[in-house]
Structure formats: structure tokens, C-alpha cells
């Protein structure tokens, strides 16, 4: 269900469309940063889920099917002590029931307005070269930063030691990743044929 990425460089390129009369050139800009240091980012199994086969009958008609929470460890190694971030990314996002709280589950290839459920994602007991740390997420920014251990779409999410009031560097960071499937009210789904569930999260590490 999660893939992850970790960057060396990042390059944007930037073409500029000609106006309706075309001049006899144009231009094309390349930007980026390269940093001396990097970090590698890993998950358990992979960063893959399976629920297995999950049969029609067992999903609650009216209320939504709380599948049990997984458990993954989740590792970031730097080659120096680096700032960085996390931030989520929903890959299926079109089919997220609260686009801002919860990552989809894809939709039924067999009737495509309806959304299967939705992802949820945590932080548990992380650690930073060996301490115990909390983790943080901003809302404007990087201005400034409070606990949070729900990872939310879009959003920063960074480690400091407990009363500290923003990320702090780090070489190496372990922490347990928990997620939570809630499966939509069957009586919202067509079941009459196999439907897979198709989450499809990123975990996208950035350098402050």
C-alpha cells in the first residue's frame, strides 16, 4: 500500500509556452538543490498490506467496517544528522471520503462512484538516534509546529524531543507506522462481484 521516495537532487524544469505569435526562440529553466547528505527511508513488508479476502457477509450494512490495525516500522537513515520532513501523499485521494483527514482506498471498478473506505496513518513510540521523540506537523509552514501523531494528507511531519518546539536534525529514525482500513457501509457497495481494495499512499521525504 505505501511506496516511498527519497531525494538526492530535486530538479524543476520550467517550459515557457510562446504567445499565439510565436517568437523565434524560448526559454527553458532548470533549478534545483544538491545536498552533500542524504537519507535512505524503508518500511516493513515492503510497505504492503494485504487484508486478504474479506467476505461480503462480514461488513456492517450501515456503518463502516473497522478492519484491524497494522503494524509496520518505519526507518529513515541519514549520513549526517539532516532536518527533514515526512509528508503523505494520497494517490487516491479522488475516492477519499475526508480528503483532509484520511487517505482513500481506491474505488469499485464495477460501479466507480463508489468509494471503498479510507487509510488511516500514525506515528507510534518513535525514536531519533536513540531518544525518544515526538512528532510534530505545522499548519503554516514550518512557522510553527505542535505534537501530532496522525499523519495527515499533505501535511509536514517532523521529530523533536519531547519540549522541544520544532524538528530538530537526525541521523537515524525508527518508528512503528500503525495503519487503520475502515471499509465504506455495504449497503453504499455494489458487491456482487470480487472488488479490490486499492490504496495507494507515498510517503514523501523532504529536507528542511
Same mark, same amino acid.
Given at each position: 500500500?505505501?511506496?516511498?521516495?527519497?531525494?538526492?537532487?530535486?530538479?524543476?524544469?520550467?517550459?515557457?509556452?510562446?504567445?499565439?505569435? +510565436?517568437?523565434?526562440?524560448?526559454?527553458?529553466? +532548470?533549478?534545483?538543490?544538491?545536498?552533500?547528505?542524504?537519507?535512505?527511508?524503508?518500511?516493513?513488508?515492503?510497505?504492503?498490506?494485504?487484508?486478504?479476502?474479506?467476505?461480503?457477509?462480514?461488513?456492517?450494512?450501515?456503518?463502516?467496517?473497522?478492519?484491524?490495525?497494522?503494524?509496520?516500522?518505519?526507518?529513515?537513515?541519514?549520513?549526517?544528522?539532516?532536518?527533514?520532513?515526512?509528508?503523505?501523499?494520497?494517490?487516491?485521494?479522488?475516492?477519499?471520503?475526508?480528503?483532509?483527514?484520511?487517505?482513500?482506498?481506491?474505488?469499485?471498478?464495477?460501479?466507480?462512484?463508489?468509494?471503498?473506505?479510507?487509510?488511516?496513518?500514525?506515528?507510534?513510540?518513535?525514536?531519533?538516534?536513540?531518544?525518544?521523540?515526538?512528532?510534530?506537523?505545522?499548519?503554516?509552514?514550518?512557522?510553527?509546529?505542535?505534537?501530532?501523531?496522525?499523519?495527515?494528507?499533505?501535511?509536514?511531519?517532523?521529530?523533536?524531543?519531547?519540549?522541544?518546539?520544532?524538528?530538530?536534525?537526525?541521523?537515524?529514525?525508527?518508528?512503528?507506522?500503525?495503519?487503520?482500513?475502515?471499509?465504506?457501509?455495504?449497503?453504499?457497495?455494489?458487491?456482487?462481484?470480487?472488488?479490490?481494495?486499492?490504496? +495507494?499512499?507515498?510517503?514523501?521525504?523532504?529536507?528542511?
Amino acid at each position: 500500500m505505501n511506496t516511498f521516495s527519497h531525494f538526492l537532487a530535486t530538479l524543476v524544469l520550467t517550459l515557457l509556452a510562446p504567445h499565439l505569435l +510565436a517568437a523565434s526562440e524560448t526559454q527553458l529553466s +532548470a533549478t534545483g538543490n544538491i545536498t552533500p547528505s542524504a537519507c535512505l527511508i524503508g518500511l516493513s513488508a515492503n510497505g504492503v498490506i494485504d487484508h486478504g479476502r474479506i467476505p461480503a457477509s462480514s461488513l456492517k450494512r450501515d456503518e463502516f467496517t473497522v478492519m484491524p490495525g497494522q503494524l509496520m516500522v518505519l526507518e529513515v537513515n541519514c549520513s549526517a544528522p539532516l532536518l527533514f520532513t515526512l509528508v503523505g501523499l494520497d494517490g487516491r485521494e479522488d475516492s477519499s471520503l475526508a480528503p483532509d483527514f484520511f487517505y482513500g482506498l481506491g474505488k469499485n471498478p464495477h460501479a466507480p462512484d463508489e468509494r471503498l473506505g479510507s487509510v488511516a496513518l500514525s506515528f507510534r513510540n518513535p525514536l531519533g538516534d536513540g531518544q525518544p521523540m515526538l512528532s510534530l506537523t505545522t499548519y503554516n509552514n514550518g512557522t510553527s509546529w505542535s505534537p501530532e501523531p496522525n499523519i495527515y494528507p499533505r501535511h509536514w511531519m517532523g521529530f523533536a524531543r519531547p519540549g522541544r518546539p520544532l524538528p530538530e536534525p537526525i541521523i537515524h529514525l525508527v518508528t512503528t507506522l500503525r495503519v487503520d482500513t475502515s471499509i465504506s457501509p455495504a449497503n453504499n457497495l455494489s458487491l456482487k462481484q470480487e472488488v479490490p481494495l486499492d490504496g +495507494a499512499i507515498v510517503l514523501d521525504l523532504r529536507y528542511l
